[in-house]
């Protein structure tokens, strides 16, 4: 069993830059796919960026890519994402997700997910 709570969020100018957290309880974070996922208002929630168990890989949406950055600090038991030259249509509430080893790579389904944090990047 897995909980995570995400953190950063808030309100930043396009252009600007913010720095996600997710904290994870749990002893075998290590062991765990995270993710980052995204829901704007009306939309379906969508894939964001994913990182390895032990951070060796990592995977974008096409619609961050050069722009966020994932990585995780498995002595922290917390996974980052980095976001920088952020637009308007970067706002929505971010999840962040673990998924147990054994899965696919790039994961196609995450086990247990956080509460969401708020982003509004204004134009």
């Known amino acids: 069993q897995v909980q995570l709570v995400e953190s950063g969020g808030g309100l930043v100018q396009a252009g600007g830059s913010l720095r996600l957290s997710c904290a994870a309880s749990?002893?075998?974070?290590?062991?765990?796919?995270m993710g980052w996922f995204r829901q704007a208002p009306g939309k379906e929630r969508e894939f964001v960026a994913a990182i390895s168990w032990k951070g060796v890989n990592t995977y974008y949406a096409d619609s961050v890519k050069g722009r966020f950055t994932i990585s995780r600090d498995n002595a922290k038991n917390t996974v980052y994402l980095q976001m920088n030259s952020l637009k308007p249509e970067d706002t929505a509430v971010y999840y962040c997700?673990?998924?147990?080893?054994?899965?696919?790579?790039?994961?196609?389904?995450?086990?247990?997910w956080g509460q969401g944090t708020q982003l509004t990047v204004s134009s």
């Open positions: 997700a673990a998924v147990g080893s054994g899965s696919s790579w790039p994961p196609r389904q995450y086990d247990y």
């Open positions: 749990g002893r075998t974070f290590s062991s765990y796919a």
